[in-house]
Structures are given as C-alpha cells and as structure tokens.
C-alpha cells in the first residue's frame, strides 16, 4: 500500500481525529512527493506551473506553493467554444486539467451544456459544474472512485463528534435532487449515509441546468450594458416567477413534513432564507423555538444575497432549530475531503488532506513562527491528495487562522483552523460556489 493510500484509507479508522497520527508531516511529505511525479506526467497545466516555477520534485511543502491552481484556472476555457458549441474544443481543454483523456469523448449531436455534462459523466467523468455572477462555469473534472471515496470520507467527516451516519433517519434537502453540482452531491453522499430508505426528501427532482443559471446571468449582463429587449426580460421574468411560485409551493410541503418530524432525528440542510421561511411558517403554527431532536444534524448556508433578510437571521435559526444548528464542516467545491468542526468551534484535519497556510500574495508558505502563539493568519491553500482525476492543489480566496499548537481545546491532536473564517477581497472575483449556484437554480432572480 502507498503512503497516499494509507493516509487516505485513515479516515475510517476508528477515532482518526481523535488522536495523532505518527509521522504525519513526513507521510504527507511523502505522498506529495508521490503525487505530483505522477501527475505532472499526466495533466499538461501542472506541468507547465512545474515548468515555469523549476520545480522538478517537492522536497519540502514549500515546493507545493507554485503548483496550486487558482480557482479560476477550471474555467480558464474561452466562452466562445460554448457560444460556438465547440465541445470538440472545450474536451481539448478539460484534457489540460485532466489525468483520464476527454478529448475523446463523443460530442455528436451535443446540443449545450448540459448535453456535454451528460456525455462526459457518461463517460467516467463525473464534471461537478459551479457558476460565478459572470455566468461563465467552472468545470471540475473527478472519477468515479473519487466519488466513492468522497462518500466514504463523508460518512466519517460529516457530522463529527456529535453524530455519525447510520442510514436511520429522516432526510431533507431544500433543493435539487439532480444536477453536475457539488453541493447536490454532498445531498447525495449524505443521503446516502444518513438517510433511511423510503424517508428521504429532496425540494424537487426538476434537474439544475447549467445553461439555465448561465443565462440568467448574462441576461444580467446584458441588462446592465442595455442590450437587452423588453421582450426577452418579460418572458424570463414570467419563468422565474413561475419557478418561484413552484420552489415556494413545495417548501410549504416540505415545511409540514419538517415539522411533523421535529421531536425525532432528523437531517436538514438548505440555504439562510429558506430556514427563515420555515420559521415563519412554525409560527403561524404555534412552534416555538428549540422543540427540535438533540441528535438532529441541520446545516445553514449561502442564499442571502438579493434577499431581505433581519440582521439578526443567523441568531433566529440557531434559536428556532436549538443546540443542533451547527456547519458540520468546512469544505469547497475544489476539495473533497472535508474539515469536521468539534465542540470548541475548531476544524479539524484529516490525514489525507495537507494544508498549506500562505501569505496574502499566496507566495509563501508560513508556519507557526508568523503567528503569535502559534496562531497565524494567512490564505488557505491545500493539497488534497483523494483525487484521481485532476491535480488537488488549490489556492483559495478564504482568510483563516491556523493555531498550530499540538492540542486543541477540546483535548484532541492539533493543528486547528479557527472558526474565524472570511474571504479576501478580490476585485473582480466572480467565484460563486456550490451554495451560489443552488441559491440562482432556486430563485433565477435577476438581482445582482
């Protein structure tokens, strides 16, 4: 067995987080070291960063620091081979990002991007597909073994320490059931691990499309350039309230069912304003704040942009669900091994996944020595070593605190992430996310 496998294979072990792991830092060295002579052979951009940083092996973790890719670099494809229909061309591209060849699969007959979606999934590439406020779509490239090691880590990961999945209770999903997205999947993979066969709900089975979201998005565009016709903002604004009217009719069902089933383990994840409108609806019933089971996992995100919301939303949730609302991880798009928080607020590491604390400018990577008292904040970059398909380092927008002490409060192995989490400010980011895209499929507002 390979020291990556190894690492990776730990987290079902039993009480991985719950104690060190020996020789971690060597191991991950180890399995970087590993990794990238492979990949490099394999995916044309991480050679070319190889190339162009005169990097020809990782000695240190330092050396990982010029190879990681920006998010940007997934949809780095010029929006032309999708006006066009050139998925000839937009397969070419994959391929530089890619270990498996796409270059070579069947595009006959594609008639957007949904179709070309479909097709590589077909194929063995299972894309999970973001979009940013510009429309333009990241395309992340993954196996099928990637998806099943990401249910399995997610089995472990998700939820910890409070609870673990064990397929027996009632699931809810306030959104899609269906759809090249990564938050749909994390749906699926806890579904999957916690749900009870029959007792499982998603918001609706109408498919997200990415084409759908990518042109609301330049309707937005092209509004604010004034090149857009009365017509064409009345038809989309006539579907958009007709999918409001549906989205809203059926979290009043779901709302019913949630509720009927508060007083027993339940999992509930959705977006900011749909709790919102779960809690007013409780009201008008006589349900008061914290009637919800303790060994209930709900999770909150995304969907408050463009929505009226009380400053104090995030309070409201937490005080109507009780002592269960809790993120349960931290994670993104670009990774697939998630970080558990404990019950001091801290995220945790697994094994697999090697953490690179950068400075702003994401040139130097920094250590314990930057911060005081271990404590340093700088630019998240990672390695995650679970991929198959494409390289797994990434350099992200996000501010966070590392402490690098050996122990964290709640007793268990260091280092931790602090729940101090923001993001950098970026002019002219448009990066949007998993909970961006389901917030656009759910509202297709033309808000900005």
């Not at 957007?112 to 979606?117: E, S, T």
């Not at 299972?126 to 979009?131: E, F």
């Amino acid at each position: 067995m390979s020291v990556r496998q190894e690492l990776l294979d730990a987290i079902v072990t039993p009480g991985v987080f719950d104690r060190p792991y020996p020789d971690l830092q060597s191991k991950q060295l180890e399995a970087a070291r590993a990794l990238f002579a492979e990949r490099k052979e394999q995916i044309g951009l991480l050679r070319r960063r190889a190339q162009d940083a005169g990097v020809t092996e990782i000695a240190s973790l330092a050396d990982l620091v010029p190879l990681l890719f920006a998010h940007t670099a997934y949809k780095s494809y010029p929006q032309s081979f999708i006006d066009q229909g050139r998925w000839d061309r937009m397969g070419q591209w994959l391929q530089t990002l890619s270990v498996d060849r796409t270059d070579n699969v069947d595009v006959s007959g594609v008639r957007d991007v949904d179709d070309w979606i479909h097709r590589l999934r077909e194929a063995g590439h299972m894309v999970l597909a973001t979009s940013g406020s510009s429309g333009k779509c990241s395309f992340l490239n993954h196996t099928r073994g990637d998806s099943a090691m990401k249910r399995r880590h997610a089995s472990v990961a998700v939820g910890w320490p409070f609870v673990r999945g064990a397929q027996d209770r009632a699931c809810f999903f306030l959104g899609p059931s269906e759809g090249p997205n990564s938050a749909i999947e994390a749906a699926q993979n806890n579904a999957a691990n916690f749900g009870r066969p029959g007792d499982i709900h998603f918001l609706t089975d109408e498919p997200l499309l990415m084409s759908d979201i990518s042109r609301a998005a330049a309707l937005r565009t092209r509004m604010a350039e004034g090149t857009v016709t009365p017509g064409e903002i009345e038809a989309f604004e006539a579907d958009s309230r007709a999918k409001a009217a549906r989205m809203d009719a059926a979290l009043d069902a779901m709302t019913e069912k949630i509720l009927a089933r508060r007083h027993e383990p339940i999992y509930l994840t959705g977006l900011w304003a749909q709790h919102m409108m779960i809690i007013a609806r409780a009201r008008k019933l006589g349900v008061g704040d914290g009637e919800f089971h303790p060994q209930s996992v709900i999770s909150a995100g995304g969907g408050v942009k463009g929505v009226a919301l009380p400053e104090d939303y995030k309070e409201q949730v937490a005080r109507f669900y009780g002592d269960v609302i809790r993120p349960t991880a931290y994670g993104m798009t670009e990774m697939a091994q998630m970080m558990p928080r404990c019950e001091h607020m801290r995220y945790h590491r697994p094994p697999g996944l090697i953490w690179l604390l950068l400075d702003a400018a994401g040139e130097r990577l920094l250590s314990a020595e930057d911060g005081h008292n271990g404590i340093v904040e700088g630019r998240f970059g990672f390695l995650d070593l679970l991929y198959e398909g494409r390289w797994g380092g990434l350099i992200s927008g996000d501010k966070v605190s590392i402490d690098f002490a050996p122990e964290c409060p709640c007793g268990r192995p260091g280092p931790t992430i602090l729940d101090t989490i923001t993001r950098f400010s970026q002019s002219g980011d448009d990066h949007i996310g998993c909970a961006g895209t389901i917030d656009s499929y759910i509202r297709s507002s033309l808000t900005s």
